[in-house]
Protein backbone atom coordinates (compact mmCIF):
# COMPACT_ATOMS: atom_id res chain seq x y z
CA UNK A 1 0.00 0.00 0.00
CA UNK A 2 3.03 2.37 0.72
CA UNK A 3 4.04 2.05 -3.30
CA UNK A 4 0.50 3.10 -3.79
CA UNK A 5 0.82 5.93 -1.71
CA UNK A 6 3.84 6.88 -3.64
CA UNK A 7 2.46 6.37 -7.09
CA UNK A 8 0.12 9.30 -5.75
CA UNK A 9 2.83 11.42 -4.59
CA UNK A 10 5.17 11.30 -7.69
CA UNK A 11 1.64 11.81 -10.00
CA UNK A 12 0.49 14.55 -8.15
CA UNK A 13 4.15 15.92 -8.42
CA UNK A 14 4.60 14.96 -12.24
CA UNK A 15 0.87 16.88 -13.41
CA UNK A 16 1.77 19.62 -10.98
CA UNK A 17 4.82 19.97 -13.07
CA UNK A 18 3.14 19.75 -16.30
CA UNK A 19 0.20 22.20 -15.81
CA UNK A 20 3.41 24.71 -14.55
CA UNK A 21 4.95 24.61 -17.87
CA UNK A 22 1.87 25.49 -19.76
CA UNK A 23 2.98 28.72 -21.73
CA UNK A 24 -0.80 30.13 -21.00
CA UNK A 25 -1.45 29.59 -17.28
CA UNK A 26 -4.74 30.97 -15.85
CA UNK A 27 -5.57 31.16 -11.99
CA UNK A 28 -7.48 27.83 -11.95
CA UNK A 29 -4.36 26.29 -13.32
CA UNK A 30 -2.07 27.54 -10.45
CA UNK A 31 -5.25 26.09 -8.02
CA UNK A 32 -5.11 23.16 -9.74
CA UNK A 33 -1.54 23.00 -8.88
CA UNK A 34 -1.66 23.50 -5.06
CA UNK A 35 -4.52 20.89 -5.06
CA UNK A 36 -2.09 18.25 -6.31
CA UNK A 37 0.10 19.11 -3.64
CA UNK A 38 -1.99 19.54 -0.91
CA UNK A 39 -2.79 15.48 -1.38
CA UNK A 40 0.75 14.54 -2.60
CA UNK A 41 1.41 16.57 1.26
CA UNK A 42 -1.59 14.04 2.69
CA UNK A 43 -0.45 10.73 1.46
CA UNK A 44 2.84 11.14 2.84
CA UNK A 45 1.09 12.40 6.10
CA UNK A 46 -0.43 8.68 5.75
CA UNK A 47 2.88 7.34 4.71
CA UNK A 48 4.88 8.67 7.94
CA UNK A 49 2.06 7.35 10.08
CA UNK A 50 1.34 3.81 8.36
CA UNK A 51 5.65 3.20 8.14
CA UNK A 52 5.34 3.82 12.35
CA UNK A 53 7.16 7.24 11.51
CA UNK A 54 5.17 9.64 12.76
CA UNK A 55 7.21 11.11 15.62
CA UNK A 56 9.23 12.48 12.69
CA UNK A 57 7.29 15.11 11.74
CA UNK A 58 5.10 15.78 15.07
CA UNK A 59 5.36 19.52 13.86
CA UNK A 60 3.76 18.88 10.90
CA UNK A 61 1.04 16.31 12.03
CA UNK A 62 -2.17 18.95 12.41
CA UNK A 63 -1.81 20.62 9.20
CA UNK A 64 -0.67 17.29 7.39
CA UNK A 65 -4.21 15.45 8.67
CA UNK A 66 -6.18 18.29 7.72
CA UNK A 67 -4.93 18.63 4.33
CA UNK A 68 -8.24 16.81 2.72
CA UNK A 69 -9.85 19.77 4.02
CA UNK A 70 -7.93 22.48 2.40
CA UNK A 71 -7.72 20.55 -0.73
CA UNK A 72 -11.34 20.93 -0.83
CA UNK A 73 -11.33 24.48 -0.52
CA UNK A 74 -9.04 24.96 -2.99
CA UNK A 75 -11.04 22.13 -5.48
CA UNK A 76 -14.26 24.49 -4.90
CA UNK A 77 -12.20 27.50 -5.55
CA UNK A 78 -10.56 25.84 -8.78
CA UNK A 79 -14.70 25.40 -9.69
CA UNK A 80 -15.10 29.10 -9.05
CA UNK A 81 -12.35 30.44 -11.58
CA UNK A 82 -13.40 27.58 -14.13
CA UNK A 83 -17.30 29.32 -14.51
CA UNK A 84 -16.87 32.61 -13.36
CA UNK A 85 -15.69 35.15 -15.14
CA UNK A 86 -15.03 37.23 -12.30
CA UNK A 87 -11.54 37.55 -10.56
CA UNK A 88 -11.34 35.51 -7.38
CA UNK A 89 -11.24 38.16 -4.51
CA UNK A 90 -8.78 37.97 -1.68
CA UNK A 91 -12.18 37.93 0.75
CA UNK A 92 -13.47 34.65 -0.78
CA UNK A 93 -9.70 32.78 -0.15
CA UNK A 94 -9.79 33.92 3.21
CA UNK A 95 -13.47 32.62 4.04
CA UNK A 96 -12.58 29.52 2.00
CA UNK A 97 -9.78 28.25 3.99
CA UNK A 98 -10.88 29.86 7.14
CA UNK A 99 -11.72 26.82 9.05
CA UNK A 100 -8.85 24.80 8.14
CA UNK A 101 -7.06 27.65 9.66
CA UNK A 102 -9.26 28.05 12.87
CA UNK A 103 -9.02 23.74 13.58
CA UNK A 104 -5.51 24.23 13.41
CA UNK A 105 -4.86 27.20 15.63
CA UNK A 106 -7.29 25.38 17.80
CA UNK A 107 -5.37 22.06 18.08
CA UNK A 108 -2.06 23.57 18.23
CA UNK A 109 -2.68 26.06 21.10
CA UNK A 110 -4.51 22.34 23.42
CA UNK A 111 -1.26 20.29 22.17
CA UNK A 112 1.62 21.88 22.26
CA UNK A 113 3.37 18.58 23.55
CA UNK A 114 4.79 16.72 21.26
CA UNK A 115 4.14 13.51 23.28
CA UNK A 116 0.22 15.17 23.55
CA UNK A 117 0.40 15.41 19.53
CA UNK A 118 1.45 11.76 18.99
CA UNK A 119 -1.68 10.72 21.28
CA UNK A 120 -4.05 13.05 19.05
CA UNK A 121 -2.34 11.12 16.12
CA UNK A 122 -3.03 7.51 17.58
CA UNK A 123 -6.82 8.89 18.31
CA UNK A 124 -7.33 9.92 15.27
CA UNK A 125 -6.93 6.98 13.74
CA UNK A 126 -8.44 4.18 16.34
CA UNK A 127 -10.75 7.19 18.05
CA UNK A 128 -10.20 5.77 21.69
CA UNK A 129 -9.28 7.86 25.03
CA UNK A 130 -9.35 11.47 25.14
CA UNK A 131 -7.67 12.45 22.00
CA UNK A 132 -10.27 9.92 20.00
CA UNK A 133 -12.94 12.35 21.65
CA UNK A 134 -11.41 15.37 20.14
CA UNK A 135 -10.81 13.96 17.35
CA UNK A 136 -14.15 12.35 16.13
CA UNK A 137 -15.43 16.25 17.31
CA UNK A 138 -13.09 17.94 15.00
CA UNK A 139 -13.73 14.67 12.00
CA UNK A 140 -17.21 15.78 12.10
CA UNK A 141 -17.17 19.55 11.98
CA UNK A 142 -14.45 18.88 8.71
CA UNK A 143 -16.44 16.46 7.35
CA UNK A 144 -19.61 19.05 7.41
CA UNK A 145 -17.25 21.60 5.85
CA UNK A 146 -15.76 19.09 2.97
CA UNK A 147 -19.37 17.90 2.00
CA UNK A 148 -20.46 21.87 1.55
CA UNK A 149 -17.51 22.90 -0.29
CA UNK A 150 -18.46 19.91 -2.56
CA UNK A 151 -22.36 20.54 -2.49
CA UNK A 152 -21.56 24.13 -3.45
CA UNK A 153 -19.14 23.48 -6.39
CA UNK A 154 -21.90 21.60 -7.79
CA UNK A 155 -23.78 24.38 -7.49
CA UNK A 156 -21.69 26.60 -9.62
CA UNK A 157 -21.24 23.78 -12.37
CA UNK A 158 -24.89 22.83 -12.61
CA UNK A 159 -25.47 26.62 -13.10
CA UNK A 160 -22.79 26.85 -15.28
CA UNK A 161 -24.24 23.89 -17.34
CA UNK A 162 -27.24 26.04 -17.66
CA UNK A 163 -25.31 29.37 -18.49
CA UNK A 164 -23.01 28.29 -21.15
CA UNK A 165 -26.48 27.71 -24.06
CA UNK A 166 -26.99 31.45 -23.86
CA UNK A 167 -23.16 32.24 -24.85
CA UNK A 168 -21.87 28.98 -26.80
CA UNK A 169 -23.14 27.42 -29.38
CA UNK A 170 -21.69 23.99 -28.86
CA UNK A 171 -20.97 22.73 -25.23
CA UNK A 172 -17.82 19.81 -25.50
CA UNK A 173 -15.19 20.42 -23.81
CA UNK A 174 -16.60 23.39 -21.46
CA UNK A 175 -19.75 21.99 -19.53
CA UNK A 176 -17.08 19.99 -17.56
CA UNK A 177 -19.11 17.21 -17.34
CA UNK A 178 -15.52 15.43 -16.23
CA UNK A 179 -15.38 17.57 -13.02
CA UNK A 180 -19.31 17.79 -12.59
CA UNK A 181 -19.50 13.89 -12.65
CA UNK A 182 -16.04 13.11 -10.45
CA UNK A 183 -17.75 15.17 -7.80
CA UNK A 184 -20.67 13.51 -7.44
CA UNK A 185 -18.46 10.90 -7.14
CA UNK A 186 -16.43 12.40 -4.44
CA UNK A 187 -18.84 13.38 -2.72
CA UNK A 188 -20.79 9.59 -2.60
CA UNK A 189 -17.40 8.09 -2.12
CA UNK A 190 -16.55 10.29 0.81
CA UNK A 191 -19.81 9.55 2.54
CA UNK A 192 -19.17 6.12 2.19
CA UNK A 193 -15.61 5.91 3.28
CA UNK A 194 -16.24 8.71 6.89
CA UNK A 195 -19.11 5.68 7.68
CA UNK A 196 -16.56 3.05 7.16
CA UNK A 197 -14.72 4.99 9.59
CA UNK A 198 -17.67 5.14 12.09
CA UNK A 199 -17.87 1.33 11.24
CA UNK A 200 -13.96 0.95 12.80
CA UNK A 201 -15.08 2.99 15.69
CA UNK A 202 -16.92 0.17 17.12
CA UNK A 203 -14.43 -2.38 15.90
CA UNK A 204 -16.04 -4.14 13.27
CA UNK A 205 -13.33 -2.95 10.91
CA UNK A 206 -9.74 -2.22 11.46
CA UNK A 207 -8.80 1.26 11.21
CA UNK A 208 -5.98 1.47 9.53
CA UNK A 209 -7.49 -0.62 6.49
CA UNK A 210 -10.42 2.01 5.81
CA UNK A 211 -7.71 4.67 5.98
CA UNK A 212 -5.35 2.36 3.47
CA UNK A 213 -8.39 2.54 1.39
CA UNK A 214 -8.90 6.18 1.62
CA UNK A 215 -5.41 6.75 0.70
CA UNK A 216 -6.12 4.30 -2.72
CA UNK A 217 -9.45 6.46 -3.19
CA UNK A 218 -7.18 9.49 -2.69
CA UNK A 219 -4.48 8.81 -5.42
CA UNK A 220 -6.98 8.04 -7.86
CA UNK A 221 -8.62 11.19 -7.62
CA UNK A 222 -5.12 12.98 -8.02
CA UNK A 223 -5.12 11.06 -11.54
CA UNK A 224 -8.79 12.01 -12.47
CA UNK A 225 -8.53 15.30 -11.90
CA UNK A 226 -4.91 15.91 -12.76
CA UNK A 227 -5.30 14.18 -16.22
CA UNK A 228 -8.97 16.54 -17.22
CA UNK A 229 -7.49 19.58 -15.73
CA UNK A 230 -4.43 19.47 -17.30
CA UNK A 231 -6.46 19.44 -20.85
CA UNK A 232 -8.56 22.25 -19.62
CA UNK A 233 -8.82 25.30 -21.80
CA UNK A 234 -9.86 28.45 -20.49
CA UNK A 235 -14.02 29.11 -21.04
CA UNK A 236 -14.70 32.71 -20.23
CA UNK A 237 -12.44 35.66 -21.34
CA UNK A 238 -14.53 38.90 -20.92
CA UNK A 239 -17.29 40.22 -18.83
CA UNK A 240 -20.11 38.71 -17.62
CA UNK A 241 -23.56 38.78 -18.74
CA UNK A 242 -25.96 40.55 -16.86
CA UNK A 243 -28.56 38.55 -16.10
CA UNK A 244 -31.26 41.11 -14.66
CA UNK A 245 -30.70 42.23 -18.87
CA UNK A 246 -30.95 38.20 -20.27
CA UNK A 247 -33.99 38.20 -18.16
CA UNK A 248 -35.97 41.86 -19.31
CA UNK A 249 -39.41 41.15 -19.35
CA UNK A 250 -40.95 41.94 -22.95
CA UNK A 251 -42.20 45.72 -23.09
CA UNK A 252 -45.65 46.31 -24.50
CA UNK A 253 -44.04 49.75 -26.11
CA UNK A 254 -45.02 49.65 -30.34
CA UNK A 255 -41.44 51.73 -30.36
CA UNK A 256 -38.92 48.65 -28.47
CA UNK A 257 -40.90 46.15 -30.56
CA UNK A 258 -40.02 47.99 -33.75
CA UNK A 259 -36.26 47.67 -32.56
CA UNK A 260 -36.14 44.12 -31.41
CA UNK A 261 -37.58 42.53 -34.98
CA UNK A 262 -35.00 45.31 -36.82
CA UNK A 263 -32.13 43.93 -34.85
CA UNK A 264 -33.43 40.55 -35.23
CA UNK A 265 -33.15 41.36 -38.93
CA UNK A 266 -29.98 42.59 -38.48
CA UNK A 267 -29.18 38.85 -37.24
CA UNK A 268 -30.58 37.11 -39.42
CA UNK A 269 -29.04 39.14 -42.40
CA UNK A 270 -25.35 38.86 -40.97
CA UNK A 271 -25.95 34.70 -40.34
CA UNK A 272 -27.12 34.15 -44.29
CA UNK A 273 -24.66 36.45 -45.77
CA UNK A 274 -21.62 35.70 -43.42
CA UNK A 275 -22.67 32.01 -42.76
CA UNK A 276 -21.42 32.38 -39.05
CA UNK A 277 -23.50 29.50 -37.73
CA UNK A 278 -20.82 26.79 -39.56
CA UNK A 279 -18.14 27.69 -37.09
CA UNK A 280 -18.14 24.87 -34.81
CA UNK A 281 -17.14 27.12 -31.70
CA UNK A 282 -18.94 30.38 -32.38
CA UNK A 283 -19.91 32.14 -29.44
CA UNK A 284 -22.08 35.11 -28.33
CA UNK A 285 -19.04 37.78 -28.18
CA UNK A 286 -17.92 36.73 -31.60
CA UNK A 287 -21.67 37.09 -33.22
CA UNK A 288 -22.07 40.22 -31.02
CA UNK A 289 -18.61 41.97 -32.95
CA UNK A 290 -20.44 40.75 -36.28
CA UNK A 291 -23.38 42.49 -35.91
CA UNK A 292 -22.07 45.33 -33.78
CA UNK A 293 -24.70 44.58 -31.46
CA UNK A 294 -23.90 44.53 -27.96
CA UNK A 295 -23.77 41.29 -26.44
CA UNK A 296 -26.21 41.77 -23.44
CA UNK A 297 -28.55 43.51 -26.17
CA UNK A 298 -28.01 40.51 -28.42
CA UNK A 299 -28.80 37.94 -25.72
CA UNK A 300 -31.89 39.75 -25.19
CA UNK A 301 -33.10 40.18 -28.73
CA UNK A 302 -32.43 36.15 -28.97
CA UNK A 303 -34.24 35.31 -26.15
CA UNK A 304 -36.98 37.53 -26.18
CA UNK A 305 -37.84 37.80 -30.24
CA UNK A 306 -36.63 34.27 -31.16
CA UNK A 307 -37.66 32.69 -27.60
CA UNK A 308 -34.63 30.59 -28.03
CA UNK A 309 -31.33 30.69 -26.34
CA UNK A 310 -28.26 30.92 -27.90
CA UNK A 311 -27.16 27.47 -28.12
CA UNK A 312 -30.86 26.46 -29.17
CA UNK A 313 -31.11 29.49 -32.49
CA UNK A 314 -27.26 28.87 -33.46
CA UNK A 315 -27.79 24.85 -33.52
CA UNK A 316 -31.36 25.32 -35.16
CA UNK A 317 -30.26 27.39 -38.13
CA UNK A 318 -27.06 24.49 -38.34
CA UNK A 319 -30.11 21.77 -38.48
CA UNK A 320 -31.71 23.76 -41.62
CA UNK A 321 -28.75 24.07 -42.70
CA UNK A 322 -28.13 20.32 -42.76
CA UNK A 323 -31.60 18.98 -44.39
CA UNK A 324 -30.99 21.95 -47.01
CA UNK A 325 -27.59 20.02 -47.79
CA UNK A 326 -28.46 16.42 -47.22
CA UNK A 327 -31.13 16.02 -50.25
CA UNK A 328 -28.38 18.20 -52.42
CA UNK A 329 -27.60 15.62 -55.26
CA UNK A 330 -23.84 16.87 -55.69
CA UNK A 331 -23.43 16.38 -51.81
CA UNK A 332 -24.54 12.67 -51.60
CA UNK A 333 -21.18 11.89 -51.65
CA UNK A 334 -20.68 12.35 -47.88
CA UNK A 335 -21.66 10.70 -45.27
CA UNK A 336 -24.05 11.72 -42.45
CA UNK A 337 -21.67 13.11 -39.99
CA UNK A 338 -19.17 14.73 -43.14
CA UNK A 339 -22.39 16.78 -43.79
CA UNK A 340 -22.52 17.50 -40.22
CA UNK A 341 -19.38 18.66 -38.78
CA UNK A 342 -19.67 21.29 -42.41
CA UNK A 343 -22.69 22.21 -40.93
CA UNK A 344 -21.34 23.25 -37.80
CA UNK A 345 -21.56 20.00 -35.02
CA UNK A 346 -18.71 19.18 -33.80
CA UNK A 347 -19.03 15.53 -32.50
CA UNK A 348 -22.01 13.08 -33.76
CA UNK A 349 -23.57 12.55 -30.40
CA UNK A 350 -24.50 16.02 -30.32
CA UNK A 351 -25.55 16.44 -33.77
CA UNK A 352 -27.96 13.12 -33.32
CA UNK A 353 -29.18 14.62 -30.08
CA UNK A 354 -29.66 18.20 -31.34
CA UNK A 355 -31.38 16.80 -35.10
CA UNK A 356 -33.73 14.45 -33.46
CA UNK A 357 -35.10 16.97 -30.49
CA UNK A 358 -35.49 19.92 -33.56
CA UNK A 359 -36.86 17.11 -35.77
CA UNK A 360 -38.37 14.61 -34.13
CA UNK A 361 -36.30 11.89 -36.42
CA UNK A 362 -33.37 10.87 -36.67
CA UNK A 363 -30.46 12.01 -39.15
CA UNK A 364 -30.68 8.55 -41.53
CA UNK A 365 -34.43 8.90 -40.85
CA UNK A 366 -34.72 12.37 -42.25
CA UNK A 367 -32.69 11.38 -45.19
CA UNK A 368 -34.26 8.40 -46.32
CA UNK A 369 -38.04 10.15 -45.78
CA UNK A 370 -36.54 12.92 -48.18
CA UNK A 371 -34.84 10.60 -50.76
CA UNK A 372 -38.04 8.62 -51.50
Known amino acids: MTALMFVGIAQAIFLALLIGNKSAKHSFDYLLMIWLVLNAGNLLFYYFVFSGKADEITEWIIPLGLMPYAATAVLYLYTRSLVSRSRLRLAEVVICFLPYLLVNASLYADFLNVEIKLSLLQGYFDFQGPAGFISRYWALIMAGVHVTFIAFSLILLFRHKSRIKEEFSYAEQINLSWLRNWLIYSMLAFVFSFGFVWVGVFGFIKMIEVFYGISGFITLNIFVIGYFGLKQTTIFTNVRLDEKELNKPKSSDQREKEMLEAQANKIESYIDHSQAHLNPRLTLEELSQGTAIPRNQLSA ?30 LQHLTLLGVAMDCGFNSKSSFNHIFKKSTGMTPGEYKRLHSQ
Open 301 to 330: VINQYFQQNFFEYINDKRVDEYKRRIVDPT
